[in-house]
């Protein structure tokens, strides 16, 4: 009796079946490393030292306000009275930057190395917390009426040590 699993006829045969095995396991190796990366729940909004700054609903932790003193992308002066909520370039989610508390003097903002992976200006927009928590899952609401816009740059390879200052008169009566 011959042995036709040898022949080449019947190896050209199983080559799509093994093509198929072979791309359903690759399929299914992404979606573990898809899965494993976001096993905490949040949208991935997170600060160089890895420490996540929204919830998985979106609101703002307390490390999105806290002031980082090397790690960080801008540094601020925040005259207000107000808690203000930064964004790179637009309104959306992933361009949260983090917080700035009110009365904020030189305050370092997170360095999200998704953000700011080249140099750069961009107006920085600002929300007031309040706004935000409002307009959260619409944040394009705010997109004409922002608390205000600071124009910006970022230098992925030099010095970031300029202070960008809001202004005490911004936002009505600040006394």
């Given at each position: 009796?011959?042995?036709?699993?040898?022949?080449?006829?019947?190896?050209?045969?199983?080559?799509?079946?093994?093509?198929?095995?072979?791309?359903?396991?690759?399929?299914?190796?992404?979606?573990?490393?898809?899965?494993?990366?976001?096993?905490?729940?949040?949208?991935?909004?997170?600060?160089?030292?890895?420490?996540?700054?929204?919830?998985?609903?979106?609101?703002?932790?307390?490390?999105?306000?806290?002031?980082?003193?090397?790690?960080?992308?801008?540094?601020?002066?925040?005259?207000?009275?107000?808690?203000?909520?930064?964004?790179k370039g637009?309104?959306?989610?992933?361009?949260?930057?983090?917080?700035?508390?009110?009365?904020?003097q030189g305050?370092?903002?997170?360095?999200?190395?998704?953000?700011?992976?080249?140099?750069?200006?961009?107006?920085?927009?600002?929300?007031?917390?309040?706004?935000?928590?409002?307009?959260?899952?619409?944040?394009?609401?705010?997109?004409?009426?922002?608390?205000t816009r600071?124009?910006?740059?970022?230098?992925?390879?030099?010095?970031?040590?300029?202070?960008?200052?809001?202004?005490?008169?911004?936002?009505?009566?600040?006394?």
């Amino acid at each position: 009796m011959k042995n036709f699993s040898k022949s080449p006829a019947f190896c050209a045969a199983k080559l799509p079946l093994r093509a198929a095995v072979l791309a359903a396991a690759l399929a299914g190796m992404m979606v573990l490393a898809v899965t494993a990366c976001d096993l905490n729940g949040d949208d991935g909004s997170e600060d160089a030292g890895g420490n996540s700054i929204t919830n998985g609903d979106g609101t703002l932790t307390d490390a999105a306000f806290e002031s980082h003193n090397t790690d960080y992308s801008i540094l601020v002066r925040n005259n207000t009275n107000f808690r203000l909520v930064a964004f790179k370039g637009d309104l959306r989610a992933d361009a949260l930057i983090g917080g700035i508390p009110a009365h904020a003097q030189g305050h370092g903002l997170p360095l999200n190395t998704t953000l700011f992976n080249k140099t750069e200006d961009f107006p920085m927009i600002l929300l007031t917390e309040e706004q935000y928590k409002a307009n959260k899952n619409n944040l394009q609401s705010q997109k004409n009426t922002p608390f205000t816009r600071v124009y910006v740059f970022y230098n992925k390879n030099g010095d970031n040590n300029v202070h960008y200052e809001i202004s005490a008169g911004l936002g009505g009566s600040n006394s």
